[in-house]
C-alpha cells in the first residue's frame, strides 16, 4: 500500500499505469479501457469445473479431488450455465501477478453483482511473487440460470504495496499449492492434511 499522508491507499490508476510499465505488477493482456480509477477489469476464460455429482455424494477435504471434478470448456458461441444454487470453479483469461512487495484482491464487478453472481466464496487473495489466471470460485444466488460468455467483463483486480518486501514470496518452494496455474484445480486442502495430523 502506498502511504500517503499518513494513510494507506489502494493504487490508483496513476500508480497502477506505473507497476505495469516496471513489471511490479502483471496483467497480461491488458485489455483496452482495463484500469480503472483504482482497480484492473479482468475478463473470464473459457475453462471451468464442477464437481461430478453423477458418480460422487460427497466432498472430503482429505482426500484428493481431482478426479471428482469435470472439466467443461466454452466456446464463443457456446456459453457456460451457472443454474441457481450451482457452483463452479473458472478463471480469469488475463494472468496476474505481483512481485513481492505488492498483493492483489479479487472482487467481482457490479455488473455481475446484479444478476447474482458471486466470483469468488474466500479465495481473492493474490500473494507476493504469484503470477498466475486467477480462479474464479462462481456461484449463482438468483433464483433462474445466468448465462456466462468467453471474455466478457467479469472480475475486478485491486492491488496493494506491502510497507516491505515479504521475505518468502509464494511460491511452490515456500509450499504454494496453486504457484503459476493456468487451468482451475481442484482444491488442495488434502495437503494440508498428514497422517500424523489431528486436524
Avoid at 471451468?48 to 460422487?56: A, E, G, I, P
Avoid at 451457472?82 to 472482487?107: C, I, N, R, S, W
Wanted: some cysteine.
Amino acid at each position: 500500500m502506498h502511504v500517503i499522508g499518513g494513510r494507506k491507499v489502494i493504487l490508483s490508476d496513476v500508480h497502477l499505469e506505473h507497476c505495469l510499465k516496471e513489471g511490479e505488477i502483471i496483467v497480461d493482456p491488458l485489455a483496452d479501457g482495463a484500469i480503472q480509477p483504482a482497480s484492473i477489469d479482468l475478463r473470464l476464460d473459457r475453462h471451468f469445473l464442477v464437481f461430478d455429482r453423477d458418480k460422487n455424494v460427497i466432498i472430503d477435504p482429505r482426500e484428493p479431488l481431482d478426479d471428482k471434478m469435470r472439466e467443461i470448456t466454452i466456446g464463443h458461441d457456446s456459453p457456460f450455465i451457472l443454474h441457481p444454487g450451482a457452483f463452479a470453479l473458472g478463471l480469469v483469461y488475463e494472468k496476474t501477478g505481483v512481485d513481492a512487495q505488492h498483493v492483489g484482491m479479487l472482487d467481482g464487478k457490479s455488473s455481475v453483482g446484479r444478476l447474482g453472481v458471486l466470483v469468488h466464496a474466500t479465495a481473492g487473495y493474490l500473494d507476493p511473487g504469484n503470477c498466475l489466471k486467477m480462479t474464479l470460485e462462481l456461484h449463482n444466488v438468483a433464483n433462474m440460470p445466468v448465462l456466462l460468455y468467453y471474455m466478457m467483463p467479469i472480475a475486478q483486480m485491486v492491488f496493494f504495496e506491502l510497507t516491505t518486501q515479504c521475505r518468502n514470496p509464494y511460491t511452490a518452494k515456500s509450499g504454494g499449492k496453486y504457484v503459476g496455474d493456468m487451468k482451475p484445480k481442484a482444491s488442495q486442502m488434502w495437503r494440508n492434511f498428514t497422517k500424523d495430523s489431528d486436524a
